[in-house]
């Protein structure tokens, strides 16, 4: 029995760091990649991660990706939804970023008002939201990104990106999933 009980933990375990974005299979140097071919010319990307959470190695991960991508990432931390609108003040005047990926889907930046927030800042902004899930599209979040079956599979809100004026290049079609606003 406690055989048992120790392999439904490790597959709880193991289902939860796989539904974090950053802990699945995608590569924060892949990641980085798809925002520079989604979004030519770009020079900084913005990254709202929870404060509380622990990145481990993914920071230096993203930092040694950004500098083989020569992109410049600028990481904010929120702890609450106050800091919510605060980072992302300071990303979009401080830093002049070009595209927002929001880390991780955690209590405080999957909050409903977190991600209306963001997502309705970030297009009046025409600044990319690349979303931790598909519920982030589907209310308006530009793209998300996932890796299956070897391959990146981008889901993209067909109407936020024609606003955007981002478009997917073709080679990348086969593997996109364009989605309607709800």
Same mark, same amino acid.
């Given at each position: 029995m406690r055989r048992i009980g120790m392999y439904v933990y490790g597959l709880l375990l193991l289902t939860a760091f796989s539904l974090r974005p950053g802990e699945n299979d995608i590569t924060p140097k892949q990641y980085l990649f798809m925002i520079k071919e989604l979004v030519p010319g770009i020079?900084?990307?913005?990254?709202l991660r929870s404060s509380s959470s622990e990145m481990g190695n993914w920071v230096e991960k993203i930092e040694r990706a950004a500098a083989v991508m020569q992109v410049k990432v600028v990481i904010a931390g929120v702890a609450d939804l106050k800091d919510v609108a605060k980072q992302f003040k300071n990303l979009i005047e401080t830093h002049n970023i070009q595209a927002l990926w929001v880390f991780e889907d955690d209590q405080v930046l999957n909050s409903t008002v977190s991600r209306k927030y963001l997502i309705k800042n970030a297009n009046l902004s025409k600044i990319p939201l690349f979303a931790p899930s598909v519920d982030w599209i589907n209310e308006?979040?530009?793209?998300?990104?996932? &890796?299956?079956?070897?391959?990146?599979?981008?889901?993209?809100?067909e109407k936020t990106a024609r606003i955007l004026n981002l478009s997917i290049p073709e080679k990348y079609l086969p593997n996109t999933e364009?989605?309607?606003? &709800?």
């Amino acid at each position: 029995m406690r055989r048992i009980g120790m392999y439904v933990y490790g597959l709880l375990l193991l289902t939860a760091f796989s539904l974090r974005p950053g802990e699945n299979d995608i590569t924060p140097k892949q990641y980085l990649f798809m925002i520079k071919e989604l979004v030519p010319g770009i020079q900084t990307v913005g990254i709202l991660r929870s404060s509380s959470s622990e990145m481990g190695n993914w920071v230096e991960k993203i930092e040694r990706a950004a500098a083989v991508m020569q992109v410049k990432v600028v990481i904010a931390g929120v702890a609450d939804l106050k800091d919510v609108a605060k980072q992302f003040k300071n990303l979009i005047e401080t830093h002049n970023i070009q595209a927002l990926w929001v880390f991780e889907d955690d209590q405080v930046l999957n909050s409903t008002v977190s991600r209306k927030y963001l997502i309705k800042n970030a297009n009046l902004s025409k600044i990319p939201l690349f979303a931790p899930s598909v519920d982030w599209i589907n209310e308006g979040g530009c793209v998300n990104l996932t &890796k299956e079956g070897g391959k990146v599979q981008l889901r993209v809100n067909e109407k936020t990106a024609r606003i955007l004026n981002l478009s997917i290049p073709e080679k990348y079609l086969p593997n996109t999933e364009f989605l309607a606003q &709800k």
